[in-house]
């Protein structure tokens, strides 16, 4: 909603924009709640969060169920929008770079500490809503086009790296750490604006 927001108040934006984001962490249930009259894309955004099996098997669960969505006959399509480990380093990549391999999702908050300039003792202080926010009003829309970058950076760093590009139900992810595919949904939502 935030970006949302951001998007609506610029004065050079060729489109206003309306961003649906319920929390569904099953993809097949919200297609399937969607009443939809034409075409769209929905872009899931979840975790890698680790290679133990039952994350990566949630992960797959997820992967899986964005696949089972065109068997509804709905004209949905589904992308990808992971992130590995989790969803905070797309808003650490907002103000610095962040690709270091990391062994806890808990370590993240160095690095959010540093980006934002603030003292969190923790992943679950820095979640709270109030202080999300607070670290969210430090952005412009400089600083999403930064995160773009950043993540493409990453990307072909691990690219260049030879890492394994993981195939799976038409999807592609490292398991590696860094990366994601968040940049993805929000440079198409960019460029679709002329932002870009």
């Known amino acids: 909603m935030w970006l949302q927001d951001l998007i609506n108040k610029t004065e050079k934006m060729a489109y206003k924009i309306s961003i649906d984001c319920p929390v ?6 919200h297609a399937k709640s969607l ?5 769209i894309e929905v872009y899931h955004f979840f975790d890698y969060e680790s290679d133990e099996e039952i994350h990566e098997q949630r992960f797959k669960d ?13 004209q949905i399509v589904y992308n990808s929008g992971y992130s590995n480990f989790t969803f905070d380093l797309w808003i650490i990549l907002h103000r610095i770079d962040c690709n270091n391999s990391f062994v806890h999702r808990k370590q993240y908050i160095t690095a959010i500490n540093r ?9 679950k202080e820095y979640k709270e809503e ?4 607070r670290c969210l009003k430090k952005l412009q829309l400089s600083n999403v086009n930064d995160a773009i970058k950043r993540a493409k950076n990453i990307m072909q760093k691990n690219e260049d790296s030879g890492y394994i590009l993981h195939h799976y139900k038409g ?21 679709d604006c002329e932002l870009i």
């Open 24 to 29: 569904k962490k099953n993809p097949l249930k």
């Open 35 to 39: 009443t939809i009259t034409r075409k």
């Open 62 to 74: 997820a992967m899986d169920n964005m696949k089972k969505v065109q068997n509804l006959g709905k």
């Open 115 to 123: 980006a934002y300039d603030e003292k969190f003792q923790d992943m």
């Open 130 to 133: 109030d202080n999300f926010k």
């Open 171 to 191: 999807y592609k992810y490292y398991k590696e750490n860094p990366s994601l595919a968040v940049w993805e949904a929000i440079e198409k939502i960019l460029t």
